[in-house]
T-cell receptor
Framework: GNSVTQMEGPVTLSEEAFLTINCTYT??????LFWYVQYPGEGLQLLLK?????DKGSNKGFEATYRKETTSFHLEKGSVQVSDSAVYFC????????????FGRGTSLIVHP | KAGVTQTPRYLIKTRGQQVTLSCSPI?????VSWYQQTPGQGLQFLFE???????NKGNFPGRFSGRQFSNSRSEMNVSTLELGDSALYLC????????????FGPGTRLTVL
């Protein structure tokens, strides 16, 4: 079956530091890949997505590249802010059968001033 | 366009009781999914409804049930509540195609005493 593995958190950074959150996946077909973010007290919201190999999704300074050869979709940001503190979820959605997303466990990011 | 709304936002029940949660999807979205989020288990898929039919189901006991109305609004019901049912219940709507994101509501925080 499908699965998504994210790095364990929390990830603690100082403001303006570089961020990487690793995500690898297992899928039988050709999935679409997503990063969602959950701020305290809120539901998840889409941060970025990529639908095919070598696509790069980007939004709000975050970016991730769909790497089929390494089955990865790592999230990066060059300079984090305190307001980026949240939980980040990597997810995939298959092309055939059930398209219900498979989510990773989430990675908590804490950014200190 | 209004987002996904969930009511109530907070709920306190005692063991053995039952509860009904409500979700109104984004206008035009016919797919509604429900998730349970807990610190220990992360985000777990409960079920998905499309055009009033349950199309996908997660691995939860029969105490968890749902339905969808002709206007795409959805309800989920949990009977005979257990302490372990305490969680954030998230509803998400989508256009139900591969590559389409899910739009999440803010969730209902259920506490079982």
């Amino acid at each position: 079956g499908n699965s998504v593995t994210q790095m364990e958190g929390p990830v603690t950074l100082s403001e303006e530091a570089f961020l990487t959150i690793n995500c690898t996946y297992t899928a039988t077909g050709y999935p679409s890949l997503f990063w969602y973010v959950q701020y305290p007290g809120e539901g998840l919201q889409l941060l970025l997505k990529a639908t095919k190999a070598d696509d790069k999704g980007s939004n709000k300074g975050f970016e991730a590249t769909y790497r089929k050869e390494t089955t990865s979709f790592h999230l990066e940001k060059g300079s984090v802010q305190v307001s980026d503190s949240a939980v980040y979820f990597c997810a995939l959605s298959e092309s055939g059968g059930s398209y219900i997303p498979t989510f990773g466990r989430g990675t908590s990011l804490i950014v200190h001033p | 366009k209004a987002g996904v709304t969930q009511t109530p936002r907070y709920l306190i029940k005692t063991r053995g009781q039952q509860v009904t949660l409500s979700c109104s999807p984004i206008s035009g979205h016919r797919s509604v999914s429900w998730y349970q989020q807990t610190p220990g288990q992360g985000l777990q898929f409960l079920f998905e409804y499309f055009s009033e039919t349950q199309r996908n189901k997660g691995n939860f006991p029969g105490r968890f049930s749902g339905r969808q109305f002709s206007n795409s609004r959805s309800e989920m019901n949990v009977s005979t509540l257990e302490l372990g049912d305490s969680a954030l219940y998230l509803c998400a709507s989508s256009l139900a195609n591969r590559g389409n994101e899910q739009f999440f509501g803010p969730g209902t925080r259920l506490t079982v005493l």
